[in-house]
């Protein structure tokens, strides 16, 4: 059984910066590829950022590249989303997902395990 766990969200200015973190359980965390979704109050989930299973490919939404770092320690079971110069339009619900077969992608339908979610909101 799968369980994804983030943490590490908050409130911040406009511009700052937050790291979160999502743990994972299970033994299947170090061949499986990993995403980071999110989803603002009235509108769909959209896609982040993925990262395959070895760290070494990451694919960004255009709305976030050059501003978030997507990463992962398969020893320490966590993959990691680093966010700089936060806008308010950044504020939402962040949700970590894991794949059980397959390489990254972009999709929520394609991924099978979801945690809880953490709350980013970003003040102006």
């Known amino acids: 059984q799968v369980q994804l766990v983030e943490s590490g969200g908050g409130l911040v200015q406009a511009g700052g910066s937050l790291r979160l973190s999502c743990a994972a359980s299970g033994r299947t965390f170090g061949i499986a590829a990993m995403g980071w979704f999110r989803q603002a109050p009235g509108k769909e989930r959209e896609f982040v950022a993925a990262i395959n299973w070895s760290g070494d490919r990451t694919y960004y939404a255009d709305s976030v590249k050059g501003r978030f770092a997507i990463s992962r320690e398969n020893a320490n079971n966590t993959v990691y989303l680093q966010m700089s110069s936060l806008k308010p339009e950044d504020t939402a619900v962040f949700y970590c997902?894991?794949?059980?077969?397959?390489?990254?992608?972009?999709?929520?339908?394609?991924?099978?395990?979801w945690g809880q979610g953490t709350q980013v909101t970003v003040s102006s």
């Open positions: 997902a894991q794949r059980a077969y397959g390489n990254t992608a972009s999709r929520d339908v394609d991924y099978d395990y």
